[in-house]
Nanobody, 124 residues
Framework: QVQLVESGGGLVQAGDSLRLSCAASERTFSMYAMGWFRQAPGKEREFVAAIRRTGGRTDYSDSVKGRFTISRDSARNMVFLQMNSLKPEDTGVYYC?????????????????WGQGTQVTVSS
């Protein structure tokens, strides 16, 4: 059982930056691909970014590509999401998720463990 705890959310203005962190309880953290998803009010949960368990390959949604960067520190059992040039449409609850196996995925159903989320609000 992997427990995930997100932190770093907050209220910012458009154009600002935030760095989200996700701490994993499992010592075998390096065996999991990791993803970030977000959910805005009244909308479905959507893919934001993912990174393979080795950290060698990343994937981003078109809406955040070039602005967000996902990274991981397996020595500290953590994954990060650096968010730059934030826009109001980036507002939502951001979730960290862990997927067993090598490859990452854009589909929420492929992930085995989820954090409780951290709120990001971007004002215009």
């Amino acid at each position: 059982q992997v427990q995930l705890v997100e932190s770093g959310g907050g209220l910012v203005q458009a154009g600002d930056s935030l760095r989200l962190s996700c701490a994993a309880s499992e010592r075998t953290f390096s065996m999991y691909a990791m993803g970030w998803f977000r959910q805005a009010p009244g909308k479905e949960r959507e893919f934001v970014a993912a990174i393979r368990r080795t950290g060698g390959r990343t994937d981003y949604s078109d809406s955040v590509k070039g602005r967000f960067t996902i990274s991981r520190d397996s020595a500290r059992n953590m994954v990060f999401l650096q968010m730059n040039s934030l826009k109001p449409e980036d507002t939502g609850v951001y979730y960290c998720a862990a997927k067993s196996g090598y490859g990452s995925s854009r589909y929420p159903g492929d992930y085995d463990y989820w954090g409780q989320g951290t709120q990001v609000t971007v004002s215009s």
